[in-house]
C-alpha cells in the first residue's frame, strides 16, 4: 500500500493546524513524524485516518482519494492505533480484537470461523494469545497496547497509521512495541516523540514545525545536530547506537547541557 500526501492542510475550529503537508510512504516502508509539541502531527494524522476532513489538499491510498471512499471501503485498507483509545474495559481481549473485524461484515453478520481464525492469528502475532479470555482490566498497558495492535492488525490492512503509541509505556515495554510493528512489513505512518526511536525505527522521517515540513528524508540526512537544535531548541549528539549499530540520538537541555568537543 502507498500512502501519498499532497498539499494537505487541516483546521480545528477554523484554526489553521498543519498547512501544505506532502509526503508519501511506500509499500512496507516506515515514516515516522516528528516535531515539537503542538507541530501538527495528530492533527495530520486525523486526516489519513478520517477523523478530520482536510481543509486543502488530497490524501491518496495506491493513487485512491481517502476521502471520497467508504468508510467500510476505507477501513480495510488502513487501520488505526491512536493515542487515546478506549481499551475496552469490560470485554475480553478476544472480543476487543474481533471489532477489528466488522469492516469485513455487514451489519447483522455473526462472527464466521474464518473471523475466528483472523483474531487468533492476530494475538499470536502480537504474542497475546495466551490472553484471550482475560478481561482487558486485568492487563498491564503494555499488554493492553498490544492486544489494540492485535485488533488493528485483525482489520488486514496494509497501511498502519499510529499515534504515539508507546504513550505511557515503559521504555522496555515501548521497545518491543517499536520491534513488533517494525516487523510486520506494513506500510506505517507513526506519530513520535522520541527522536532517537524515529531515528532507530524509521525508513524516513519527517519534522514538522508549526504546521507545516520542516524537512524530511532518511535519519542521519535530517537529523543533524544543527537542525535538531534549531527545530527543538536542544543540543544533541547523532551518530550509531553503541550496542544496535542503529542510528542513534542523544539530547541535553541548552541550560543544563555541554558541547563535546
Do not use: C
Not at 57 to 80: F, N, Q
Not at 128 to 141: C, E, N, P, V
Not at 164 to 185: A, F, M, T
Not at 210 to 216: C, N, P
Amino acid at each position: 500500500m502507498r500512502l501519498d500526501l499532497a498539499g494537505v492542510s487541516a483546521a480545528i475550529d477554523a484554526r489553521p493546524i498543519v498547512t501544505d503537508v506532502t509526503l508519501s510512504a511506500g509499500p512496507g516502508e516506515f515514516v515516522a513524524l516528528v516535531g515539537p509539541n503542538g507541530s501538527g502531527k495528530s492533527t495530520l494524522l486525523r486526516t489519513v485516518y478520517r477523523s478530520l476532513r482536510p481543509t486543502g489538499g488530497v490524501v491518496r491510498l495506491d493513487g485512491d482519494d481517502l476521502w471520497r471512499m467508504r468508510p467500510r471501503h476505507a477501513a480495510r485498507r488502513r487501520a488505526v492505533l491512536p493515542q487515546h483509545n478506549p481499551a475496552g474495559d469490560g470485554f475480553s481481549v478476544a472480543e476487543v480484537v474481533a471489532a477489528g473485524r466488522h469492516s469485513h461484515k455487514r451489519a447483522l453478520d455473526r462472527e464466521s470461523a474464518a473471523d475466528r481464525t483472523v483474531v487468533a492469528t492476530a494475538l499470536e502475532r502480537v504474542g497475546m494469545d495466551w490472553a484471550a479470555d482475560r478481561l482487558m482490566t486485568t492487563l498491564s498497558g503494555g499488554e493492553r497496547q498490544r492486544v489494540l495492535l492485535a485488533r488493528a492488525l485483525a482489520q488486514e490492512a496494509p497501511l498502519l497509521i499510529l499515534d504515539e503509541p508507546g504513550n505511557h509505556l515503559d521504555v522496555g515495554s515501548q521497545l518491543l512495541l517499536l520491534d513488533l510493528i517494525r516487523s510486520l512489513g506494513l506500510t506505517l505512518l507513526a506519530a513520535l516523540h522520541d527522536l532517537d526511536q524515529a531515528a532507530a525505527y524509521a525508513d524516513r522521517i519527517v519534522v514538522l514545525r508549526e504546521g507545516r515540513v520542516a524537512g524530511q528524508g532518511p535519519p542521519l540526512e535530517v537529523l543533524t545536530p544543527a537542525f535538531i537544535e534549531e527545530v527543538f531548541g536542544v543540543l544533541a549528539h547523532v551518530g550509531p547506537h553503541p550496542i544496535t549499530g542503529r542510528p542513534h540520538v542523544a539530547v541535553a537541555s541548552k541550560a543544563g547541557g555541554k558541547r563535546l568537543p
